[in-house]
């Protein structure tokens, strides 16, 4: 039994596990890679295996660093089922059907530039080609790393088409929480809450092996326990092998109570001085999150009432998923359910569907907030607000969720004084902030206190999804725990007893 490690190794994003014996091959996630523009190239360098002999593909949940390549998989020759839980299914068909409109968008844009400017854009056909040599090496992450702050929203060619999302979108298998299913010979899994987003997953996957059946167990995502609206994380006693995200090795949240704190002061600020809260922020998760606390603090007469743009189709969609599934809520949600006072609307809430009435958003009356994706400030209507509003001092660009390495959210996060996007050079003049205590993930100390459910140890413990630093952190802190470690590199093949 062997374990490929191809993505989400020594960062956060492009998650992608191959779980290989003798009998099948199962890929955990197959997600794209995020941040600067030499991350994004990562997502062109070819598989390395032939995507037509994979047996399955288990999916733990709908982010787009997670579910992001499966349509280019499907287009490269894979054709068996994929494998998610319900609410992840329904999430997964808007994430990827978005993903493929706006690379099909930004190809065709990109094609009017070049028709019009062939000398430049035969220059950044140059770089582009360069950067795609360097994504190939063996240590991408530290180019990454090291990148200027930037973003790049256009490309010549779509590495996926709404006709390869759908194609794989007809593979999906919808299954329910806690119940195994046979997926290839010798390989059954089962899912878990993982209490990261609606649907998401922690997958026991158990391989029959000769000397006695072998699990490991795969955390995906893991949420934090109390997180509003979805259940908290499923706790697992035992596993072979592990494969952990440490997302946030080294670092522990802000508290629930002062991140809405926090939240309600930006807004009452932003009244105050008739500005802009531009709120980056992933559509699937995060948005529902903050539109719920911004709903309580309303009803709490904490703050104002200033118009709410939410300006993210995509979020709008996933919003009407989370309502289809009250299934997946935590009692307080159900609750508000019951009542008929839905735990995930704001009053008057203004959502904004065309790119046009996006563009209008800064012309409209002050003060307003604006919740927008991406998180990252890597692609999405969020990077033209920011273009837009980067230089206006009235406006606070507000953090609500993590910000990986390289990426234009983590430079400004950071202080950064000027930024680059699509080619212009951008002075940064308005105020920025952060809010941790919003993220989706479990910070260090609730992810040892998962790992501390383990009655019988893992053989190996593999962490992934996280910086460099952050890793560095939280490896020691699980050994201290009686865990043997390992923090593999991209590509990197681990033999499992």
Known sequence: MRLHFLGATRTVTGSQFLLETDRARVLVDCGMFQGSPHDVIRNRVPFS????????????????????????????????????????????????????????EAAESHQRFAARHAERAAAEDEETMA????????????????????????????????????????????????????????????????????????????????????????????????????RDPVRVASADYLVIESTYGGRTHESAEEAIRLLGEAVKLTADAKGVLLMPSFAIGRT??????????????????????????????????????????????????????????????????????????????????????????????IVQHVKALVGDPAMTLLFVGYQGDGTLGAHLQQGAKSVRIDGQDLAVRCQVRSIDGFSAHADEPELLAWLSAFRRKPRTTFIVHGDPAAQAAFEPKVRALGFPTAVPVWRETAELA
């Open 131 to 230: 950067a795609f040599a360097a994504a190939a090496k063996e240590d991408p992450a530290a180019a990454t790393r090291h990148a200027s702050p930037g973003a790049m929203t256009g490309l010549r060619e779509p590495l996926y088409t709404t006709a390869d999302a759908n194609a794989a979108l007809a593979l999906f298998r919808g299954v329910e929480y806690g119940a195994e299913v046979e997926i290839a010979p010798g390989i059954a899994a089962t899912f878990l809450d993982a209490g990261h987003i609606l649907g998401s997953a922690i997958v026991r996957v158990r391989v029959a092996q000769p000397g006695g059946d072998r699990v490991v167990v795969f955390s995906g995502d893991l949420g934090r326990p109390g997180t509003p609206i979805i």
């Open 288 to 381: 529902q999150e903050v539109v719920y606390q911004l709903d309580r603090l309303f009803e709490a007469g904490t703050i104002p009432r200033i118009p709410l743009y939410l300006d993210s189709p995509m979020a709008q969609k996933a919003t009407d998923v989370y309502r289809a599934h009250p299934g997946y809520f935590d009692e307080e949600a159900r609750a508000l359910v019951a009542r008929n006072d839905s735990p995930v609307d704001y009053p008057g809430a203004v959502v904004v569907n065309s790119a046009r009435d996006s563009q209008a958003i800064e012309q409209g009356p002050r003060p307003f907030m604006v919740v927008a994706s991406n998180g990252m400030i890597t692609g999405g209507r």
């Open 49 to 104: 295996y032939a995507p037509a002999e994979i047996d399955a593909l288990l999916l733990t949940h709908a982010h787009l660093d997670h579910c992001g390549l499966i349509p280019h998989l499907a287009g490269s020759g894979f054709r068996k089922p994929i494998y998610a839980t319900k609410g992840t299914v329904d999430l997964t068909r808007i994430v990827l059907l978005d993903s493929a409109k706006l690379q099909e």
